[in-house]
Structure formats: C-alpha cells, structure tokens
C-alpha cells in the first residue's frame, strides 16, 4: 500500500495544492483545516508520517504534536512554519516534531523532508511510494517507547545507553545528547545555529569551536576501521548522520 500522509493546513490554497502533490508523488493523502481534525483523524486512522501547520485556529501545530508524543505516538512529524526565528524551530522540535520546512517552500524540499524521515522509521531504510510501496512487506513492530535507530546506530534515551552495531558507546552527557540530535535528524543538515541552541541553549556564533570538538569527539568514538564515517561535515552549514 502507498504511504499515508496525515496533512494539517487551514490555508485552502496550501492545503489543496500540497494534497494534489503528495497525491501525485504516489502517497494516500488525508488532508484536514485544523488541530482538532488533525487529532481525531490521527486517532482513528493513524498515518506514516504527519504534515502539520504550525499557525492554526484552536489546537495549533505545536499542541497535536505535543498531545501525540505525550500518549506514545512516535509517528515522524514534519512541521510546516512561517516562523523563521531559531526560537521558533526549537519550540517545535522541543513539542516532539522531528523536521520543519519553512514556508514559502518548495515542494521538492517538503518530497525530500519526509522521504528521509520516513526511510528512519522504515524497516528496510527505504521510503517506497506508489507501486514500489505496494510491494513492501509488512512493516516490522515499532521500536520500544524511548529508543530511536539510524544508520546502524541504536540508543536507549532513557538509560542513556546508545550502540554502533553490537559495541556499546561509551559517550559524555553532551556528546549522548548531540548524538540523540542526530539520530533523530538523520539524513536532514542541521545549522550550526540549531545545534548550538538545542544542545547548550546559546549560539556561541561562526568564531566559535566548541561544536567541531565535540563532533571530533563523537567520530573517534562512533568510526570503526573500515566502516563508513556516520557524521558528516556539510562546508559552511552544518552537520548530518548517514551511512554513505
């Protein structure tokens, strides 16, 4: 079956021509106006992946993603936002989403956004839709509550505990936390500026290399010889977790 796209916009404009998109792209679309839609649609049949409007009337964006990961829902949410201040991005990921796309957005960025995220929830690591999603078996259970995987790697969040492989890490509570950024963001360049505030709450600015040290620090810790490098430097923005 091809994968369900839970889209919450009260713009009719927006909302009619991302339903026409997702739709085209090959994913099974339920589009609603508003939070209260969102939700009850999300309790009935839940989605792969949800699209939410962070500005909405009534229950807005931030409150739905708040109200399902705080009753376990895990499913990856990608958070649509005319708010561009870093504050407002950390607001988001703080309420449990998982990626954001600023509007006004290309639709290729938004196919893009929620292709890597549902690759991380997918057993296979890939994100099928239209008629390659009809032959993707069944998808495996959900991890346990508390635990996140990409690209080989396996942490525990609330035993603080975290794995390449079968090796068990032995990381510092900044590197645990920089590294649970990562996870969680896998396959999306994160800014140096949303790194910053997320893990020590103050952009430090561009001079600053407190952020290099401590990648440097996670890489000799994460990279086995002969095994591909996860943490990767993207030149002049930031940094990204995948398995080349």
Known sequence: MPQTVLLA????????????????????????????????QAHKTPPDVLVLDVMMPGIDGLQVCRVLRAEGDRTPILMLTALVETQDRIAGLDAGADDYVVKPFDVEEVFARL??????????????????????????????QGRIEAAGLRMDIQARRAWRGGRELELTRTEFE???????????????????DRIWGY??????????VYVGYLRRK???????QLIHTVRGVGYVLRED
């Open 9 to 40: 916009e009260d713009d009719r404009a927006i909302r009619n021509a991302l339903e026409r998109a997702l739709t085209l792209e090959g994913y099974r679309v339920t589009a609603v106006a508003d939070g209260v839609e969102a939700l009850a």
């Open 115 to 144: 292709r890597a995220l549902l690759r991380r929830t997918s057993p296979d690591g890939m994100a099928p839709v239209g008629a390659a999603a009809a032959l993707k078996p069944s998808p495996e259970p959900a991890l346990p």
């Open 178 to 196: 920089l590294l649970e950024l990562l996870v969680r963001n896998a396959g999306i360049v994160l800014d140096h500026s949303t790194i910053y």
């Open 203 to 212: 952009d430090f600015g561009p001079g600053s290399k407190n952020l290099a």
């Open 222 to 228: 994460l990279d086995d010889p002969g095994a591909p």
